[in-house]
């Protein structure tokens, strides 16, 4: 008698489909933490491109204005003074008074339409901006300390219509007054300009510390270092209006005046002294980009700002969810949770090092801690996951055999 011969014909069958449902949980086990790590790599590359790209300066977005006077700035378009601007010594702490003809190239946008910085001290005195339809006065002054703090003023609605406008600022130790197309907009006496706040190197079209690129046209600048009159500003408008340019130019205490009518070239020259032409480079720039800049000086209380924010947690989001499944995955790795978040600091402070050298983008360190929020938020997102499919399916379990139990 052959006693190594089964003659039950359904053994074999039963071995040979667990074995095949062994070998099944075996190839299972290997090909998903292979596609984890596939997913991972695709993840972790999309947020770098999204980070870093164009991973060049790109070309300045500048160009003539075809008829008339002006030139048109493009998504990353800027130009700069040649040298610095200078107030007379004898009136640094007098009035001044800025003059500005533009038109915004969308209503609802944000950005720096000119700015005057310091490289020796790395401050930037004053800075004109856009925030959806409002203008922006912002002025950093300094205590005997060095202390920088910042004062700023909202006018609102100038930009409200598409159309060109010129806006005048003009200000005395006593108050600030703003004018649009030669009507009164604001008056401020808790925001005061000096001469000594309009000197510095001359940025347009962004910011020189950091990317606040603005769009638009402009078609005429001047700087003087007195106090504009209610009745002068409403003169100086019909001249810009009219194009009788050279009358403002020869005007009492100009420091600067631009008129934007070269029509090619890459020089817009200064009526008044040709050491501070504003010169149009080749490529986009930021002047003096900033390196890790601090959250409470990156702080702006406009939409971008908002978005910005919003966009880098959930853009690590995707990096915490599948790095942790795929870490938790690695039965070496017992502390999932905390390598994705120390990786997502990683890959942030790579990024916003790397971004230190790309005009297009800010290095910052809010950056760093919204992106690490988003990384442990997409972790904690999976380990929930994970232990709610954990319970559903124990309670099917339990389920199922009571069930079988009862059959039986």
Known sequence: MNLTKSHDPQLPGVATAGSEGYCSAVRGAKIQPMFLRALCCFVLLGILVAGLWPF???????TWVNQG???????YGSIVSAGPIKADPLRRDSSCSLEIWLEPRRVHSSGTILALYWPESGVVPFALRQSLGDLVLQRTSQDQLHHAGKVKIYVDDVFTHQKPVLVTISSSQARTTVYADGALVKKSVNFRLSSQDLTGQLIVGNSPIRTDDWSGQLRGLAIYDRELTADEVSQHFGHWTNNEHLDLARS????????????????????????TDLLIPERFFVLHEQ??????????????????????IAG???LGFFFCAYFSSVRTNSRAVEGTIALGFAVSLTIEVLQAFLPTRDSGMTDLFTNTFGTALGALLYGWRRKHYSSMKWTSSLFFQGSVAGEI
């Open 252 to 275: 009492q205490g100009a420091v600067a005046f631009y008129l934007f009518n070269e029509g090619n070239g890459n020089i817009v020259h200064n009526q008044v002294d040709s050491a």
């Open 69 to 75: 006077s002006g030139l048109l700035f493009g998504k």
């Open 291 to 312: 390196f890790l800049e601090r959250p409470w000086d990156e702080f702006r209380q406009d939409w971008n700002y908002c978005k910005d924010f919003g966009i880098n």
């Open 56 to 62: 060049h300066a790109p070309k300045n977005e500048i």
């Open 316 to 318: 690590f989001i995707p």
